[in-house]
Structures are given as C-alpha cells and as structure tokens.
C-alpha cells in the first residue's frame, strides 16, 4: 500500500512557493503579503495561525497576524476586513475559523474582497469553482491540497468514481465539485454522502476514489472500503491517550490499521491533508499577488 506523504509534498511545494517569491522579489520589488486575523484564543487556531505566519517568513512572503479578543463583535471584526480589504500591500486576507459564536461566519466571509479571499471561501469563489473557472478564483485550500496530492502520486481519476463523505462548505462541497470538473486532474463521477444518508457503505464500496471529511474518529472502516481504492483522509480528531505525552493523540476519519491492509494508496493522519492545507493557502496567496500585479 502507498502512502500519500503530504508532509513531504507540502515541503516540495514550499521549496517551489520559494523560488517564486523571490523571483518575483527581483522583478518587481514586491513580496506577497497574508494578513490572518484571529478572534479568540482557541488553543488549536493560535497553533495553526502561528504556522501560517512562520511558514510565509520561510518562504520570503510578508506576513501579519491580528489577534481580536473573544468578545469582539461582528462590526469591529468587518471593519478591520474592510480596512485589509482597502490595503494595496495585502494580497491575502484569513481569518481563521471557528469564530466565537457572537460572529456569523457567513457574515464575515462574504466581507472580505473576493480577490483577497485566498481560503476560497467566498461565494464568488465557491460560485466560480462550481462553474468552472478554475483559473479566476481561489480554491478552498483543504480540497485543492488534495487535487495537488492526486496530481503529484500520478493517481488516475479520469472516469473513476469519486465518493465524497461530508458536505461542509469548506471541505465537502467545493471537494465533490473540484473532482467532477472536466480536466486530466479530474473528470470523476462523484457521489456525496452526509449525515442523512442511508447505507453510507453501500456508496463507500463503490468509489474508486473515497473522501473521509466528516469529523468523526475512525468512522470510515474496511468494511466500508472497496479493495484497491485510493482512501484520502480529511479527519483530524484528538483523542485521549494517556500513553502519550501531551494526554492525547490525533486520527482521521479512517481506521488507519484496518483500511491500509484494503486500500491500494491512503493518506496517513497526521502528515497527510493537513500540512497541504497551508502549503495550499501560501500558494493562493502568491496567485493572488500575481493577479493583483498583473504578473
Ligand atoms: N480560515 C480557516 N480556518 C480553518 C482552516 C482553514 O483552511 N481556513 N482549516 C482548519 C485549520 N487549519 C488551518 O487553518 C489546519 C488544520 C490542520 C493542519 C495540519 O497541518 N494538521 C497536521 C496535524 C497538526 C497537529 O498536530 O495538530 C496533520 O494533519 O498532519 C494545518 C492547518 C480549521 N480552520
């Protein structure tokens, strides 16, 4: 069985982010900037905000995090968007979800300017994808670090059946309807399942391709698994062990153990979506650069 290495990938792709930034640097003058806002202090955001800011250092981008206290509310955090929005120097604008529950995420993402929009979670962007138009928008980066990884591991999708549980708008959705567009890099057959669906592995079984985005530890089992399909896995749970330092380790939404002895090629969590996710951020973000300087 192979294993989809995304840390190794992620730090491929980070070399190249590399060379671009400073290619550009030479040329222009300029680096491309991400500004992340948080609101709060969930222990795990503050984690992965930290990497985003140490990972744009390391490839030469021009970063800045905004920390909001947990009780800002709505009008002061779109009124900062507004004011990133308005500034030529950011070419990326983040913020890191989940919110506090006084602030409507959808709010908050339809705030921020399409082109700065570099999760792709705007309409525009989750509109343009649905559509088609790949190259005039920014794709959700968990989903389009998957496509990268498919790309790089030579995994066929053209004709295959691709079977997508979950159904968020971050993960779910824009994955189902990256993996049916018509390009080499994808053409599945694509089948959704979700909370409501009754037989899940009546669905799993068939796919060539499995997508496990639900958020539940373990959940997709061999069973589930038709033998030689390609199992990518989106879960990123902690669970309690004592055994280990921290009191707690990570799994996916696949059982490792069982489904690895079925799969012909799995994602390992962590070390696979995960890293990808902000490798993926890192490259909208010098898209975005590009677009916005007409490079
Ligand atoms: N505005 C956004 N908020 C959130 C996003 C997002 O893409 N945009 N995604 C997640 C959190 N996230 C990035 O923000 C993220 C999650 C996980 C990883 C990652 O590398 N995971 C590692 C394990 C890391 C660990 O030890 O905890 C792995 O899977 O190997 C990177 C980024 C929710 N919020």
Redesign the pocket.
């Known amino acids: 069985m192979l294993i989809i290495d995304?840390?190794k990938v992620s730090l491929d792709l980070k070399e190249e982010l590399k060379t671009g930034v400073e290619t550009y640097r030479k040329a222009t003058g300029k680096v491309p900037g991400l500004t992340v806002i948080i609101v709060g202090h969930d222990p795990?955001?503050q984690?992965?905000v930290r990497?985003?800011a140490k990972t744009c250092k390391e490839i030469g981008m021009f970063s800045t995090v905004i920390e909001m206290p947990s009780d800002t509310t709505q009008a002061e955090l779109l009124e900062k968007i507004q004011e990133l929005n308005n500034d030529p120097a950011v070419h990326g604008i983040?913020?890191?979800?989940?919110l506090p529950k006084q602030i409507d995420e959808f709010a908050v993402t339809i705030a921020i300017d399409p082109a700065k929009d570099v999760?792709g979670?705007h309409p525009e962007n989750l509109g343009r994808l649905v559509m088609g138009e790949l190259d005039k928008c920014f794709v959700s980066?968990?989903p389009y670090g998957i496509l990268e990884l498919l790309g790089r591991y030579n995994i066929e999708t053209k004709g295959k059946h691709c079977v997508v549980v979950g159904r968020s708008n971050?993960v779910g959705k824009p994955m189902a309807n990256l993996m049916l567009q018509k390009s080499d890099a994808t053409n599945c057959t694509v089948t959704i399942c979700h909370s409501a669906t009754k037989n899940i592995p009546h669905y799993t079984l068939q796919a060539d391709i499995l997508i496990a985005a639900i958020g539940k530890a373990g959940f997709i089992t061999a069973d589930m698994v038709k033998p030689g399909a390609v199992v990518i896995d989106v879960g990123?749970n902690r669970i309690e062990d004592p055994s280990t330092k921290s009191g707690y380790r990570?799994v996916g939404d696949v059982d490792f153990e069982g489904v690895s002895a079925i799969a012909s090629a799995m994602t390992p969590?962590?070390?696979?979506?995960?890293?990808m996710?902000?490798a993926m951020?890192l490259k909208n973000t010098l898209h975005s650069f590009q677009r916005i300087n007409g490079l």
């Open positions: 995304g840390k795990a955001s984690v992965y990497n985003k983040l913020v890191q979800q989940p999760d979670f980066c968990t971050i990123i990570l969590v962590p070390g696979g979506v995960g890293p996710t902000i951020l």
